[in-house]
């Protein structure tokens, strides 16, 4: 599951607002109009512009586009976990579950204060064959956010550990 707006930094970034405003309302299209204009101006390449373009790849499910753009960030953006977590998503939904798993074991020790970066990795984790390992992580994921428990209901990747949560 990736991030959503709201787990963005990008509200505060006066140059996006009009871009970020689109993409809250569903306006793919203007969105990527407005982030053209800072392009063109020379200022497409900061960490916020870099962060909506993978949301807005995600939103339109092209995966290689969006993981390119996460790979981006993470070295952009050093220390933010975001990045990690939005290429191991798209990795796992172009079927690369043990490298998006990998990624994540593998990424900055930051991504352990997030709880999607939990949550994700039980699900690759059940994928490639740990559910043990991976109920410890969801446990993680709930305790940080609680309303996670819901998606987790209703997650197909987590099926398998239904009645142990």
Not at 50 to 60: A, C, D, G, P, S
Not at 101 to 110: A, H, N, S
Not at 127 to 139: R, V, Y
């Amino acid at each position: 599951m990736p991030s959503s707006l709201a787990d963005h930094d990008l509200q505060h970034d006066s140059r996006l607002q009009p871009a970020v405003g689109y993409f809250e309302l569903g306006m793919l299209v203007e969105s990527w109009e407005e982030l053209r204009v800072l392009v063109d101006s020379g200022r497409g390449e900061c960490p916020g512009a870099v962060k909506l373009r993978t949301l807005l790849f995600l939103q339109e499910k092209r995966w290689q586009a969006a993981l390119e753009e996460a790979q981006h960030l993470c070295i952009c953006d050093r220390g933010s976990a975001e990045g990690y977590i939005h290429a191991a998503y798209c990795l796992h939904e172009m079927g690369r579950t043990a490298e998006a798993r990998r990624l994540l074991e593998e990424g900055p020790g930051t991504l352990e204060t997030e709880s999607l970066y939990h949550y994700n990795l039980a699900c690759y984790l059940v994928l490639t064959g740990e559910p043990l390992l991976a109920m410890d992580h969801l446990q993680d994921a709930f305790d940080m956010d609680p309303e996670l428990r819901k998606t987790a209901a209703d997650d197909d990747d987590l099926k398998v550990l239904r009645g142990q949560f």
